[in-house]
């Protein structure tokens, strides 16, 4: 694990640094091409669309052909995708490219997570998920404050450049330097079910996927619609937006690491309720925020829902792939949260059409409430 986790992570840092590097940017450069807001919310979605069909898929093949093979197909395709941003012109074009960058990334992050999953200890499942997560939002952090910072300085253009080449870089890495593993199977006896069908037999996953779903419905809301929020509302520069979010992703990265050790030493259920509770509450205080200063505190605040909430849920679900295979499970979870962040922005952008933008905060944290509900009454026992 010592050997391989520091390619792996160096990898998924890099690759996400580049997404990081435009989601401050992509509201703003679709609203300059004339995009509404259910537009808005069509071109988010296209990425999380296409990625959610994929991941379950690529999820379960990944544990028959090996991890390798889809990480580094995943990284060169992300690499190419990025420069297609530069070329869409139009709303179609602009949300074909964020189909196909969405593709891409179904083979990126939920396989690097099984990979990690096949080498943690039982026991150990925080704190390997922790230092995972940690190397998730790092890169998606830096990559929020790098964005705002090349457009600021430069154009459009030199923030997509940035991400296609550091995905370019990611994908040479990978390649020369991580190994093949074996996978666990899952303990499947010749008469039994497929592993997908088994898992709805399991009342944890159905919680875990509950979970994930509803926390992915705020994300996507608040990652699509808080830039409009800050530069409309609160006359903040795309710089500055890129602040915001960097704060809220790098401090919810620098305590991944406490989180999953948190989560081996605790009840991971516990902590999955509380962290969402946090959650909800952080959105449903967005719209009472009336300076950047203001909105840089509520986004420390929080940080702390993925912290708590997070390690523990992957912690969980890298114990249900033991069972039904690590790629299979993983790419369930991962993909209740791509299905998430389509709903999140096309939902978002039907309320804020209807009402306004603070109405889609209010939403989200209703439905982190419903689905923080259904968590516990799935895992009751």
């Not at 509201?27 to 509404?36: E, M, R, V």
């Not at 060169?76 to 074009?93: K, N, P």
């Not at 943690?120 to 998730?136: C, D, I, R, V």
Request: glycine share 14%; hydrophobic share 50%; proline share 4%.
């Amino acid at each position: 694990m010592k050997r391989v986790f520091p390619v792996l992570a160096i990898s998924t840092f890099s690759a996400i640094l580049g997404v990081g590097i435009i989601s401050p940017l992509l509201p703003l450069y679709a609203d300059s091409l004339g995009a509404s807001a259910i537009g808005l919310g069509v071109i988010f979605a296209g990425f999380s669309v296409s990625r959610a069909l994929f991941m379950p898929v690529v999820g379960r093949m990944s544990d028959r052909k090996g991890r390798k093979l889809f990480i580094c197909t995943g990284l060169l395709a992300y690499a190419a995708m990025s420069l297609g941003y530069i070329w869409a012109d139009t709303v179609a074009q602009l949300t074909l490219v964020r189909i196909l960058h969405g593709g891409a990334s179904a083979m990126i992050i939920p396989v690097a997570q099984a990979y990690i999953g096949d080498l943690s200890p039982e026991g150990e499942e925080g704190k390997w998920q922790g230092y995972f997560n940690a190397s998730f939002f790092t890169g998606f952090g830096f990559g929020s404050l790098l964005g705002g910072l090349l457009t600021d300085a430069y154009s459009w253009e030199a923030a997509f450049y940035a991400m296609g080449s550091l995905a370019g870089l990611a994908f040479l890495l990978a390649l020369w330097r991580l190994p093949e593993v074996s996978p666990v199977r899952e303990e499947r006896g010749p008469g039994d079910k497929p592993s997908f069908w088994r898992m709805r037999e399991s009342g944890a996953m159905k919680g875990l996927v509950s979970y994930r779903f509803v926390y992915a419905v705020g994300r996507g809301a608040f990652s699509c619609f808080l830039p409009l929020y800050g530069a409309d509302k609160l006359g903040l520069s795309a710089g500055e937006i890129g602040i915001v979010i960097s704060l809220h992703i790098l401090l919810m990265s620098f305590s991944q690491a406490i989180g999953g050790r948190l989560a081996d030493a605790v009840s991971r259920k516990a902590l999955v309720v509380m962290g969402s509770l946090v959650s909800l509450a952080f959105l449903a205080l967005v719209p009472f925020t009336d300076s950047l200063w203001q909105l840089l505190v509520l986004s420390a605040f929080g940080a702390l829902g993925g912290t708590l909430a997070l390690p523990a849920a992957s912690a969980m679900t890298v114990a249900q792939g033991r069972t039904y295979g690590m790629g299979a499970a993983l790419g369930m979870f991962n993909m209740a949260m791509s299905v998430g962040m389509t709903v999140g922005p096309l939902l978002g952008g039907v309320i804020a059409d209807a009402w306004d933008i603070d109405t889609v905060f209010y939403c989200g944290a209703g439905v982190g409430l419903g689905g923080t509900a259904l968590f516990l009454w799935f895992t009751r026992r």
